[in-house]
């Protein structure tokens, strides 16, 4: 059996949250600090998973609900076993921009699939890797919309309401897993989100 030595850190939140903003900020932080760490995403954050990222954004004929899920969970079962679990077990602090709750999230509480069936194949996708930490970034829907701009791509362009389900069940999340899951008001400033931030992941990796 491999043995994992990191740290697995996830981020989360409705489009638009400023997420990256924040993941870049703490990558930059952490290796100052000496801290070896890999920052990935998904989709898209292995060579196959790049492919499924360009169909999952773009792909421009109607998407089965189903079928979009399975799309993402293929992407994280190629991820973990490539890109993730190697990290880990070199001792890396894995940074990653969505994951298992992403799904829940958009293809359960939003889109309708059963939550149960997906909790399920997440497990089945990741070998039940869970993360350390989950920072969800909190922020009013129309903010988030405004910050998106004009090209918006697959996702980007769903509805006010798509988007409030989504926010919702990282709420909902987030009371189901206190112990993993951490929300932060994302309608602030940079560094008052960052300032949150640092003190979430010092507080995991007693720093
Ligand atoms: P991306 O451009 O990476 O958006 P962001 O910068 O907001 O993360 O696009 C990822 C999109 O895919 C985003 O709209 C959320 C969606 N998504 C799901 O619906 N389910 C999933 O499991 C994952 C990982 C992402």
């Known amino acids: 059996m491999k043995l994992k ?7 989360e939140g409705i ?3 400023g997420k990256t903003t924040q993941i870049e900020l703490l990558d930059n932080w952490l290796k100052s600090l000496g801290k070896e760490t890999l920052l ?47 990290a880990l077990c070199e001792g890396k602090i ?3 921009d969505r994951y298992t709750d992403s799904t829940a999230a958009y ?4 889109r309708g699939c059963d939550i149960n069936q997906i909790n399920m194949l997440n497990d089945i996708a990741t070998g039940n890797l869970q993360s350390d930490l989950t920072i969800v970034f909190d922020i009013d829907v129309q903010t988030a919309q405004l910050r ?11 509805s006010v309401d798509f988007h409030t389900k989504v926010k919702n069940g990282y709420l909902e999340l987030s ?5 993993r899951i951490k929300t932060v008001n994302a309608n602030r400033t940079i560094k008052e989100i960052f300032s949150d931030v640092k003190k ?8």
Request: with cysteine; hydrophobic share 40%; glycine share 10%.
């Open 5 to 11: 030595k990191g740290y697995f850190i996830t981020f």
């Open 15 to 17: 489009d638009g949250c």
């Open 40 to 86: 990935t995403l998904e989709p898209g954050g292995s060579n196959l998973g790049k492919d499924l990222r360009q169909i999952l954004l773009h792909y421009e004929k109607p998407v089965a609900d189903t079928a979009e899920m399975f799309l993402y969970l293929a992407d994280r079962a190629q991820h973990v076993n490539n890109v993730i679990m190697p």
């Open 94 to 96: 894995v940074l990653c």
């Open 107 to 110: 293809q359960g509480y939003a």
């Open 148 to 158: 998106l701009g004009k090209t918006k791509d697959r996702l980007e362009k769903e």
């Open 175 to 179: 009371r189901l897993y206190p112990q």
């Open 200 to 207: 979430l992941v010092g507080e995991l990796l007693n720093i």
